[in-house]
């Protein structure tokens, strides 16, 4: 089993923008399908973006559809969440999530499906 670990994350003004990482330790991180989740203070954890094994395949929450782009290098063992256009409703710890059961792709936005997860890093975007 792969351990992960985040980072990137840090304060921001509206607008701006982040990257954040998700290092995987060992050598099987492209058997496995990853995804980021986040989670706002009082609020249950959501999905965010998810990607396939050779990251041919992504998928978005609505609400941030056209401004997050998952990314990820299996030979650095890492996946990337590039955020763009940042405001304040997107503060939250955000989690990287690791899945090597197989699940269906359509099922990735579905936070039990992961067996793998990071520590967090805290977003915030505030002016």
């Known amino acids: 089993q792969v351990q992960l670990v985040e980072s990137g994350g840090g304060l921001v003004q509206p607008g701006g923008s982040l990257r954040l990482s998700c290092a995987a330790s060992?050598?099987?991180?492209?058997?496995?399908?990853m995804g980021w989740f986040r989670q706002a203070p009082g609020k249950e954890r959501e999905f965010v973006a998810a990607?396939?094994?050779?990251?041919?395949?992504?998928d978005y929450a609505d609400s941030v559809k056209g401004r997050f782009t998952i990314s990820r290098d299996n030979a650095k063992n890492t996946v990337y969440l590039q955020m763009n256009s940042l405001n304040p409703e997107d503060t939250a710890v955000y989690y990287c999530?690791?899945?090597?059961?197989?699940?269906?792709?359509?099922?990735?936005?579905?936070?039990?499906?992961?067996?793998?997860w990071g520590q967090g890093t805290q977003v915030t975007v505030s002016s």
């Open positions: 999530a690791g899945d090597s059961w197989g699940s269906r792709f359509s099922r990735l936005h579905d936070a039990r499906e992961y067996e793998t």
């Open positions: 060992g050598r099987t991180f492209s058997r496995y399908a």
């Open positions: 990607i396939s094994l050779n990251g041919a395949s992504t």
